[in-house]
């Protein structure tokens, strides 16, 4: 059987005009990607990912190698700094996605229309926009996957091996960027095997297709070449032939789940199940899900128009990475951040559900005049874009950026930074390396310096910092705790960033942390510390960040920020009053603690429960003798009660204490 070789000459002027639509969607989705682009670093892995595009390192598990080639393109763009040129390379693979998808669409039901609508909603979609201004692999991700189904109609139509040919070099070049492509390959190829009714599963041509798909994973070589040269910015030892396996299968994760068991042992399939669906109406709102459903119903009985065409199996790779991270999440997303961790792993789907609102649209419309179509798709995207660009316009977003900064700017000279958590890890190693800010602040981070290969790397870049063991665990049976290496440089100014590790109780008694910033300063228990130099410091340190117009919703690391800058505010008059207890040399200080914690809640009254609590203990603790400080104290236990949890014990006694403060004022 011979293969067709594609249009004949005297098809240019359709392939032309096939090509509008595409490049219409795609250049508009560009512009306003750029209009909304992050100028400099965005939250989560994208500090990470900089840094190690940036200094030539290893990107955590799987590694990521297709990304960090790219980025090493684009980070060497004549425009803006490193940040935006990543940022960059996230808008400009997430538009040439929907392009790819318009067309795949467009030509999967003879209708340019369909492909428009299809292409804007899935640009447009906040999970999608989200990850497309920002320096991430997802947008990387989205373009194997559309470029897949793109090549899947072509081949439906065509039947022309080398489209079959290239599709597995694309499967393996997707799976040398993020592995989830999987759940669009594996599909694609079993039908493709099937609908070709047994041409491409002739020896020869397996062979071929096999050479072609390990052509695709070549960029995997990077890893070992990367990791000899110890960057900077690195994880893993993928120098070694077992550091490789364990880093391409993501063993330090857990291959077959998203997260370490650690996060979460008590998450439920049907609650991720629930969070896609909310998220999903989120994203196309009731009318694209209702369309959707039939989309599938008409791809699946239709086969995009023939007999074992492509739309049989359009709904399936949906089904797949729902269903299989459903498994793999194991996050609680009942909580925002989470949820939104977990969500940015849904932007497959969202891709197979604008892909099916496409073919209901072309359905619906298959008799209707051009005009009234094309009005149709185009209020469809017009809606799309403006109910969404306001939320995701980070043109002036610099919350991230000034949040870590802030942590250097405290830091004194020589200091030594123990942090934890991707946001202030990443963001530090971003600006020490991208921008050259505070190099003589040795940070060092938790979570890697756990590792068997993270230590070696730490001590060799900051050879004056003692490990005193080969590895970093809460659990003093397993390697070093806080506590040792605190004791091994007690001589260096210290400084815990993001808190202890869970479990680890190594310091408690024993040292003291003193909130300092966004950070803790740790003094020994036997160092003495004078709250009047400690006050005044502790002032300058407060975070100087200006929120005016950024955005902080929940969920989003900005909103991460903003409840952080809050809790230090609170934790200073928290620990004044704490380390004034019941000592009369010190009662002089509970008036000023409870003075800190009213200034917290008079600037922001939606603050934590924890908060109203603290300034209410303060006060009495201070001393309650007239009617002013009785209105005062009930104002605070008030608004404790507006939002205290159900199960606290003491309830009962703070609304007894309440009913005398009003009585008595």
């Known amino acids: 059987m011979t293969a067709s070789k594609g249009l004949a000459a005297g098809e240019s002027k359709p392939l032309r005009d096939r090509a509008a639509a595409p490049l219409g969607v795609g250049t508009v989705a560009f512009v306003v990607y750029v209009l909304t682009l992050y100028r400099t670093l965005p939250g989560g892995d994208s500090g990470e990912l900089i840094g190690a595009v940036a200094s030539g390192g290893v990107i955590h598990p799987p590694g990521y190698p297709l990304y960090a080639l790219l980025g090493s393109v684009f980070a060497h763009l004549p425009v803006g700094g490193i940040a935006f040129r990543l940022n960059l390379m996230s808008a400009a693979c997430d538009a040439v996605a929907a392009g790819v998808l318009t067309a795949a669409v467009a030509r999967g039901t003879g209708a340019r229309w369909a492909g428009v609508l299809s292409g804007a909603l899935f640009a447009f979609a906040p999970g999608v926009w989200r990850y497309a201004i920002a320096a991430e692999v997802f947008a990387l991700n989205n373009l194997a996957i559309a470029l897949l189904v793109w090549l899947a109609v072509v081949y439906d139509e065509t039947r022309d091996d080398r489209f079959a040919l290239l599709g597995a070099f694309v499967l393996g070049l997707g799976l040398s960027n993020h592995q989830t492509v999987l759940f669009t390959g594996v599909p694609i190829v079993g039908w493709a095997l099937w609908a070709s009714g047994g041409t491409l599963a002739r020896p020869a041509m397996l062979g071929r297709l096999v050479a072609a798909g390990a052509l695709g994973l070549v960029p995997y070589l990077y890893l070992p070449i990367s990791a000899s040269h110890h960057a900077f910015v690195t994880w893993g030892a993928a120098d070694t032939w077992e550091g490789f396996w364990t880093h391409v299968l993501r063993r330090e994760y857990g291959t077959f789940q998203l997260a370490p068991s650690v996060v979460s042992k008590n998450v439920y399939a049907g609650d991720v199940l629930y969070a896609w669906g909310r998220h999903t109406l989120d994203q196309v709102g009731w009318p694209g899900v209702v369309l959707a459903i039939g989309g599938a119903g008409a791809a699946v009985t239709q086969g995009w128009r023939k007999p074992r065409g492509v739309g049989t199996i359009l709904p399936v790779p949906l089904l797949l990475s729902v269903g299989i991270m459903m498994v793999m999440a194991n996050m609680p997303v009942s909580q925002p951040l989470y949820r939104d961790i977990v969500a940015r792993f849904w932007q497959q789907p969202d891709l197979y559900v604008c892909?099916?609102?496409?073919?209901?649209?072309?359905?619906?419309?298959?008799?209707?005049?051009?005009?009234?179509?094309?009005?149709?798709?185009?209020?469809?995207?017009?809606?799309?874009?403006?109910?969404?660009?306001?939320?995701?316009?980070?043109?002036?977003?610099?919350?991230?950026?000034?949040?870590?900064?802030?942590?250097?700017?405290?830091?004194?000279?020589?200091?030594?930074?123990?942090?934890?958590?991707?946001?202030?890890?990443?963001?530090?190693?971003?600006?020490?390396?991208?921008?050259?800010?505070?190099?003589?602040?040795?940070?060092?981070?938790?979570?890697?310096?756990?590792?068997?290969?993270?230590?070696?790397?730490?001590?060799?870049?900051?050879?004056?910092?003692?490990?005193?063991?080969?590895?970093?665990?809460?659990?003093?049976?397993?390697?070093?705790?806080?506590?040792?290496?605190?004791?091994?440089?007690?001589?260096?100014?210290?400084?815990?960033?993001?808190?202890?590790?869970?479990?680890?109780?190594?310091?408690?008694?024993?040292?003291?942390?003193?909130?300092?910033?966004?950070?803790?300063?740790?003094?020994?228990?036997?160092?003495?510390?004078?709250?009047?130099?400690?006050?005044?410091?502790?002032?300058?340190?407060?975070?100087?960040?200006?929120?005016?117009?950024?955005?902080?919703?929940?969920?989003?690391?900005?909103?991460?920020?903003?409840?952080?800058?809050?809790?230090?505010?609170?934790?200073?008059?928290?620990?004044?009053?704490?380390?004034?207890?019941?000592?009369?040399?010190?009662?002089?200080?509970?008036?000023?603690?409870?003075?800190?914690?009213?200034?917290?809640?008079?600037?922001?009254?939606?603050?934590?429960?924890?908060?109203?609590?603290?300034?209410?203990?303060?006060?009495?603790?201070?001393?309650?003798?007239?009617?002013?400080?009785?209105a005062q104290a009930a104002r605070a236990w008030e608004g404790y009660l507006r939002q205290a949890p159900p199960e606290d014990p003491q309830l009962p006694a703070i609304r007894e204490e309440l009913v005398r403060l009003r009585r008595d004022y």
């Not at 190693?429 to 050259?436: F, K, V």
């Not at 230590?455 to 659990?475: C, E, H, M, Q, W």
């Not at 200073?572 to 409870?594: D, F, I, Q, S």
Request: charged share 20%; aromatic share 8%.
């Open 355 to 630: 892909a099916l609102i496409g073919v209901a649209f072309a359905s619906l419309t298959a008799r209707g005049p051009a005009c009234i179509t094309a009005a149709l798709a185009g209020v469809g995207a017009l809606l799309q874009v403006g109910e969404h660009y306001r939320a995701l316009d980070h043109h002036a977003n610099h919350l991230v950026q000034d949040y870590t900064a802030e942590m250097l700017r405290v830091a004194p000279r020589g200091a030594l930074l123990v942090s934890k958590g991707d946001l202030i890890t990443n963001g530090l190693r971003y600006l020490q390396l991208a921008e050259n800010r505070r190099p003589d602040v040795r940070v060092v981070d938790q979570e890697l310096v756990g590792t068997a290969w993270g230590t070696p790397l730490f001590a060799a870049r900051f050879p004056d910092v003692v490990f005193p063991g080969p590895r970093y665990s809460a659990n003093p049976s397993q390697g070093f705790t806080l506590k040792q290496l605190f004791d091994q440089n007690h001589t260096t100014p210290l400084y815990l960033c993001g808190g202890a590790a869970p479990g680890d109780t190594s310091i408690d008694g024993v040292y003291g942390l003193w909130p300092l910033g966004l950070c803790d300063e740790v003094h020994a228990g036997t160092e003495p510390v004078s709250l009047d130099d400690w006050i005044a410091r502790s002032e300058d340190a407060m975070p100087r960040i200006d929120f005016t117009g950024q955005a902080h919703p929940v969920g989003s690391w900005e909103g991460i920020v903003w409840g952080d800058v809050w809790e230090v505010r609170q934790s200073r008059g928290a620990h004044l009053m704490l380390v004034a207890g019941n000592n009369p040399a010190r009662r002089k200080y509970l008036p000023v603690a409870a003075a800190i914690l009213q200034k917290v809640v008079d600037d922001n009254p939606e603050v934590s429960a924890h908060v109203y609590k603290n300034l209410a203990i303060a006060l009495g603790r201070a001393g309650i003798t007239t009617p002013e400080e009785r």
